[in-house]
């Protein structure tokens, strides 16, 4: 996921990265992040995954298939993009292009490959890494939502080891163990990076 906020003194929109290992709860964290603060966009990405129960066309992800992705990627539609656990995730370049012209900070909740993209790109960006407190839980925390196959857990949990390992190459870490400390800590974070616009 990517964040963009808005600072209003300087007038300047800020690209925001949240990254974590699958099942750590950047999604429940960004959501609430998105409640406190509706003057941030949250970018809307396109995966080659099928949606989960509940999951809606346009609000959780642009489900495409392959080819689509594929030619996303030829036009240079995407800003970065990875392969995660067997599917493809992208982030769709113009919403995000646009926003920041308009002076509105963006949000990018996306995975380890593509926060380096971002990184190298757009140095600027203020880049959050969420870690679970311990890997013992973050795998309790993936059978227990229960909402992929026992294939698909045991490959994020292989990813999960290697973007652990990756944290400190984020410009700051927030432990999530319990989600009211680990939000104010993010809020906390934004309000020192963007004093005028939390
Ligand atoms: P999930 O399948 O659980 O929705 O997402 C799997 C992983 O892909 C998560 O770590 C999520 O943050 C990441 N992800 C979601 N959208 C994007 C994207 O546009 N780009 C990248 N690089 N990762 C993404």
Known sequence: MILVLRSKTMQTA???????PSG???????????????ELVLSTSVTTRSPRLGEVEGKNYYF?????????????????W???AGNLYGTPRLPVIENIKQGKSVVLEIELQ??????HNFPDALRIFILPPSMTELEKRLW???????????????RATEEV???????VQVVNDNL???????????????????
């Not at 800020?14 to 974590?20: A, P, R």
């Not at 593509?114 to 990184?119: P, S, Y």
């Not at 390992?165 to 410009?171: I, L, P, Q, R, S």
Request: hydrophobic content about 40%; overall charge neutral; glycine content about 6%.
């Open 24 to 38: 750590v709860g950047k999604g429940t964290l960004v959501r609430s992040l998105l409640q406190h603060h509706p």
């Open 165 to 171: 390992k990756a944290a400190g190459e984020f410009d």
């Open 64 to 80: 495409v298939d392959r080819n689509k992705f594929q030619q996303m990627i030829e036009n240079s539609e995407l800003l970065e």
């Open 180 to 198: 009211e400390v680990a939000w104010q800590n993010l809020e906390t974070i934004l309000l020192n990076s963007l004093p005028s616009s939390v």
């Open 114 to 119: 593509g926060a380096r993209q971002i990184q």
């Open 14 to 20: 800020k690209l925001i990265v949240i990254t974590g």
């Open 82 to 84: 990875a392969e995660f």
């Open 144 to 158: 227990g939502r229960a909402q992929d196959s026992h294939q698909a857990i045991a490959k994020r949990l292989q």
